[in-house]
């Protein structure tokens, strides 16, 4: 009867809980969260101004350019946590996403402290300024979707990977509370101290930290990895919704049916048990929805 009562999809864990997660994993999550929001906040906080000054990049499309960095972070968390819960797992996709993001911060400082790859400053005197070659651009946008993407996807990643550390709810609530306090505060420590260093001591050793602490986000992020319980992808409701409707588009012209085999109720193994109600007969709007 028990194993009749258990759900096939329910999530089942790669490792031994009483081996792996629980508060043993904590540093390693508010670490790797520390490093990279310090790292983020550091180059988006001040990247206006990096355009502007170091790129000769006009102050409406320096605007749009971060706006659209911006935009990026916060819409790549939706694909990110599609492709983890349905295909690679928390941990894959956080550890990616943190990769990327290294090379991205790297890319940037490389801009910052090779003058090749950055056009020649504007003279206070001259009427014109040399715009970048098709090079520095190419160079500058790539290490900007990196960025975007690499910040995107990890930082909400890493947080579900480390609530999935904890079996009581009051646990996970405690975790989400120092996860996002740690956010914030190395946010407030980028947007004054790493802003400063870049505003008075030079973009280089600014991004410079930057790029030093994404490196030891990463680093900190897998030395937890023995650590960690990884479960398997258990699939993602969005996936199920986006099918609901297909479905509705594909039978868009059947007519309603009695039979009960016609019907798709999600029995398993362990449904058997569970009384199955006739279908019902939705109106005209909603049929297309059986």
């Known amino acids: 009867m028990d194993d009749k009562l258990t759900s096939p999809k329910e999530p089942q864990s790669l490792s031994n809980g009483k081996k792996h997660g629980g508060w043993r994993t904590f540093p390693f999550f508010i670490g790797t969260v520390a490093g990279l929001s310090l ?13 502007i000054k170091e790129f000769n990049i006009k102050s409406i499309d320096a605007a749009q350019i971060v706006n659209v960095v911006v935009g990026s972070s916060n819409l790549v968390p939706l694909v990110t946590a599609v492709v983890a819960d349905s295909f690679f797992g928390s941990f894959s996709v956080a550890f990616a996403s943190s990769c990327v993001s290294l090379l991205g911060t790297v890319t940037l400082f490389l801009t910052a402290t090779i003058n090749s790859l950055k056009p020649h400053p504007c003279n206070d005197s001259s009427s014109t300024c040399k715009p970048p070659t098709k090079i520095q651009y190419t160079v500058l946008y790539i290490s900007i979707v990196l960025i975007s993407i690499g910040f995107g996807g990890s ?4 947080a579900s990977l480390g609530a999935n550390q904890f079996d009581k709810p009051e646990h996970q609530g405690i975790f989400f509370n120092w996860f996002f306090f740690a956010f914030y505060v190395a946010s407030c420590v980028a947007l004054t101290g790493v802003i400063y260093i870049e505003d008075n001591f030079g973009w280089a050793l600014g991004f410079g930290v930057c790029a030093v602490a994404t490196f030891l986000g990463v680093v900190v992020f897998l030395s937890g990895y023995g650590f960690y319980r990884n479960d398997k992808p258990n699939g993602s409701a969005v996936l199920d919704l ?21 019907y798709y109720t999600g029995a398993t193994g362990y449904d058997d048990i569970v009384q199955i109600l006739p279908p019902t007969k939705p109106g005209k709007r909603l049929r297309y929805y059986e």
Do not use: C, H, P, Q
Request: aromatic share 10%; glycine share 8%.
């Open 242 to 262: 986006g099918r609901v409707f297909v479905a509705s588009l594909r039978k868009r012209k059947w007519k309603n049916s009695s039979i009960m085999e016609d």
């Open 155 to 158: 930082r909400f990643t890493s």
């Open 39 to 51: 790292a983020s906040a550091g180059i988006v906080g001040n990247l206006i101004v990096y355009l």
